[in-house]
């Protein structure tokens, strides 16, 4: 098996965060070798795939939006939201020290620069759980990019293409790494097997014939493979039993190579695992009719009007309405023993606050399409929406609320559905229409929503009966958990090297985005923020890719 020519850095995984590891070490005039298992058409990873949300601080957008908000702020929300408890956090507290004030600081005049832009509406996601100092954002930080995920991607990608040209970067695709090349104690290198040629397209599931070996040597191996949402049974393995018992049901928000296999390499190399029970699935999942990986699911981005019911029937307590909590959804639902929930709408609740994550889901946004846009400030939903409306098996649209009902009992394949206490629960909400206040926590929260000119805007629907035909059809859609991200990783310092279990770093080796945690190997701690996953990529790149070109 023949050695090749040693490059100064080989980063396996072809997203985001290595993308812009190699961007800056094309920067620094370094040689770089990029090694991915999946085709060339997957380049760009998950990240391709994103809506595009990026956290920000302080920004011109929120403040064109009326919005207030500070690094303090920021820290504040941060803290309650990630629940650092454990000696592992150490590294992880000083990552979300120095990503917070990226965001506040230099994050924006740094994508503006590479020509990122913004949708000028921010939104507000995860509203967080009731309390000042608990989980959530105080004010809209969801930066949307221009261009979606793509968008994010484009100036890195360029970057690092303009590095092949001038002979600075080789991909090796269809390279598949089983084992970190360790002499002395540093890592330096990798071994694997060469795969069969594939024509999968982005996302598709490709061959995992082995047509060769390859080795390369290199002072400097950054993994960047991202996480384990595509293998169930690994996420299964990881479920923590504080979120009841795993679903034995699951959609997958990732594509089946998102299968975790880099972080047990990594770790049986010398680096650290830490916090692998910490992760961020989503409740508000649907199948995808037209699916382009194994059980692909797409999240529905819901704004806070939909009546939330349980397998059963029983309406989901405060705080968890759509939009405001997603890891504490996740436990109450996971505790309830089923794998689905239902939303109850209106169509006038669709138009306005249905949205789909994806930058396929998002043509408008995705392609910069300004005529595209404009459709969403008229009647009608997103043609996206539409689609799965139409075409979808997890949606029943009805006239009446006896027919509705109807449908709902016949997608609850599993268990009894109290249709009658569904029924009591949206009389219930249209008797409290024609009053500005009440007792009800989620009419009160809509309507503080629609406070912030953003979301009267475009995001939430104004307060109506929902058995008034005017608003309707009636709308339920059955919601499946959704997996997508890990929240722990390989644990690193503040430049992206990994570290060993002594606490010092494993000569070499470095991890970025989400196979360290998006930093320090859990960044988020228990809970996100929303819009910090592109963004810890982004700023975990940026630190390894100039940590390695300094030396």
């Given at each position: 098996?023949?050695?090749?020519i040693?490059?100064?850095?080989?980063?396996?995984?072809?997203?985001?965060?290595?993308?812009?590891?190699a961007?800056?070490?094309?920067?620094?005039?370094?040689?770089?070798?990029?090694?991915?298992?999946?085709?060339?058409?997957?380049?760009?990873?998950?990240?391709?795939?994103?809506?595009?949300g990026?956290?920000?601080?302080?920004?011109?957008?929120?403040?064109r939006?009326g919005?207030?908000?500070?690094?303090?702020?920021?820290?504040a929300d941060w803290?309650?939201?990630?629940?650092?408890?454990r000696?592992?956090?150490?590294?992880?507290?000083r990552?979300?020290?120095?990503?917070?004030?990226?965001?506040?600081?230099?994050?924006?005049?740094?994508?503006?620069?590479?020509?990122?832009?913004?949708f000028?509406?921010?939104?507000?996601?995860e509203?967080?759980?009731g309390?000042?100092?608990?989980?959530?954002?105080?004010?809209?930080?969801?930066?949307i990019?221009?261009?979606t995920?793509?968008g994010v991607?484009?100036?890195?990608?360029?970057?690092?293409k303009?590095?092949?040209?001038?002979?600075l970067?080789?991909?090796?695709?269809?390279h598949?790494v089983?084992?970190?090349?360790?002499e002395g104690g540093?890592v330096?290198?990798?071994?694997g097997a060469?795969?069969?040629?594939?024509?999968a397209?982005?996302?598709e599931?490709s061959?995992?014939?082995?047509?060769g070996?390859f080795?390369?040597?290199?002072?400097?191996?950054v993994?960047?493979s991202?996480?384990?949402?595509?293998?169930?049974?690994?996420?299964?393995?990881?479920?923590?039993?504080r979120?009841?018992?795993?679903?034995?049901?699951m959609?997958?928000g990732?594509p089946?190579?998102?299968?975790?296999?880099m972080l047990?390499?990594?770790?049986?190399?010398g680096?650290?695992?830490?916090n692998?029970d910490?992760?961020?699935?989503?409740?508000?999942?649907?199948?995808n009719?037209?699916p382009?990986?194994?059980?692909?699911?797409?999240?529905?981005?819901p704004g806070?009007?939909?009546l939330?019911?349980?397998?059963?029937?029983?309406?989901?307590?405060?705080?968890?309405?759509?939009?405001?909590?997603?890891l504490?959804?996740?436990?109450h639902?996971?505790?309830t023993g089923?794998?689905?929930?239902?939303?109850?709408?209106?169509?006038?609740?669709?138009?306005?606050?249905?949205?789909l994550?994806?930058?396929?889901?998002?043509?408008?946004l995705?392609?910069?399409?300004?005529k595209?846009?404009?459709?969403?400030?008229?009647?009608?939903?997103?043609?996206?929406?539409e689609?799965?409306?139409?075409?979808?098996v997890?949606?029943v649209?009805?006239?009446?609320?006896?027919?509705?009902?109807a449908?709902?009992?016949?997608?609850?394949?599993?268990?009894?559905?109290?249709?009658?206490?569904?029924?009591?629960?949206v009389?219930?909400?249209?008797?409290?229409?024609?009053?500005?206040f009440?007792k009800?926590?989620?009419l009160?929260?809509?309507?503080?929503?629609?406070?912030?000119?953003g979301?009267?805007?475009?995001?939430?629907?104004?307060?109506?009966?929902?058995?008034?035909p005017?608003?309707?059809?009636?709308?339920?859609?059955?919601?499946?958990?959704?997996?997508?991200?890990?929240?722990?990783?390989?644990?690193?310092?503040?430049?992206?090297?990994?570290?060993?279990?002594?606490?010092?770093?494993?000569?070499?080796?470095?991890?970025?985005?989400?196979?360290?945690?998006f930093?320090?190997?859990?960044?988020?701690?228990?809970r996100?923020?929303?819009?910090t996953f592109?963004?810890?990529?982004?700023?975990?790149?940026?630190?390894?890719?100039?940590?390695?070109?300094?030396?």
């Amino acid at each position: 098996m023949a050695r090749n020519i040693e490059p100064d850095a080989i980063i396996v995984g072809a997203g985001l965060s290595g993308l812009v590891a190699a961007a800056e070490l094309v920067d620094a005039g370094r040689r770089v070798v990029i090694v991915d298992q999946e085709p060339a058409a997957s380049l760009g990873g998950q990240a391709h795939w994103s809506f595009g949300g990026l956290f920000l601080v302080d920004s011109p957008e929120q403040r064109r939006m009326g919005v207030k908000d500070s690094l303090e702020l920021a820290r504040a929300d941060w803290a309650g939201t990630a629940g650092f408890d454990r000696d592992e956090d150490a590294w992880a507290r000083r990552w979300a020290d120095a990503y917070l004030e990226f965001a506040a600081g230099e994050k924006r005049a740094w994508l503006h620069e590479k020509g990122v832009r913004f949708f000028p509406v921010v939104g507000w996601a995860e509203r967080g759980d009731g309390r000042a100092l608990g989980h959530g954002n105080s004010v809209p930080r969801f930066h949307i990019t221009w261009g979606t995920g793509p968008g994010v991607l484009a100036p890195f990608i360029a970057r690092v293409k303009a590095g092949e040209a001038a002979g600075l970067v080789e991909f090796r695709h269809r390279h598949r790494v089983d084992e970190l090349v360790v002499e002395g104690g540093a890592v330096v290198g990798v071994r694997g097997a060469v795969l069969a040629e594939d024509p999968a397209g982005r996302g598709e599931p490709s061959n995992r014939d082995v047509a060769g070996e390859f080795e390369l040597l290199a002072p400097a191996v950054v993994v960047a493979s991202g996480g384990i949402g595509g293998n169930h049974e690994l996420v299964r393995r990881m479920w923590p039993a504080r979120m009841g018992a795993a679903p034995d049901g699951m959609l997958s928000g990732v594509p089946a190579h998102v299968d975790g296999r880099m972080l047990g390499i990594a770790e049986t190399a010398g680096a650290r695992l830490v916090n692998g029970d910490r992760m961020w699935h989503y409740t508000e999942g649907i199948t995808n009719w037209d699916p382009v990986w194994p059980l692909h699911g797409i999240r529905i981005l819901p704004g806070p009007s939909s009546l939330w019911f349980d397998a059963a029937g029983r309406r989901l307590p405060a705080p968890y309405f759509p939009g405001f909590d997603t890891l504490g959804t996740l436990e109450h639902l996971a505790a309830t023993g089923h794998g689905h929930s239902w939303f109850v709408l209106t169509q006038k609740i669709i138009e306005k606050e249905f949205a789909l994550s994806g930058s396929e889901q998002n043509p408008d946004l995705t392609g910069k399409d300004l005529k595209l846009l404009a459709q969403r400030v008229r009647p009608g939903a997103p043609a996206p929406v539409e689609a799965f409306k139409q075409h979808g098996v997890d949606f029943v649209v009805a006239d009446t609320l006896d027919e509705l009902l109807a449908g709902m009992r016949g997608l609850s394949h599993d268990i009894e559905l109290d249709t009658e206490n569904i029924a009591g629960e949206v009389a219930a909400h249209d008797r409290l229409i024609d009053n500005d206040f009440g007792k009800d926590a989620q009419l009160a929260a809509v309507r503080g929503a629609r406070a912030y000119r953003g979301d009267k805007l475009i995001r939430v629907a104004s307060p109506h009966r929902f058995t008034d035909p005017a608003n309707g059809p009636l709308i339920a859609v059955k919601l499946h958990i959704l997996t997508r991200k890990s929240l722990g990783g390989l644990q690193t310092d503040l430049s992206s090297r990994a570290l060993g279990a002594n606490g010092e770093p494993v000569p070499g080796l470095y991890a970025v985005g989400e196979a360290a945690g998006f930093g320090g190997g859990g960044v988020h701690g228990y809970r996100a923020l929303e819009g910090t996953f592109l963004g810890g990529c982004l700023f975990t790149g940026r630190s390894a890719g100039r940590a390695i070109a300094a030396g």
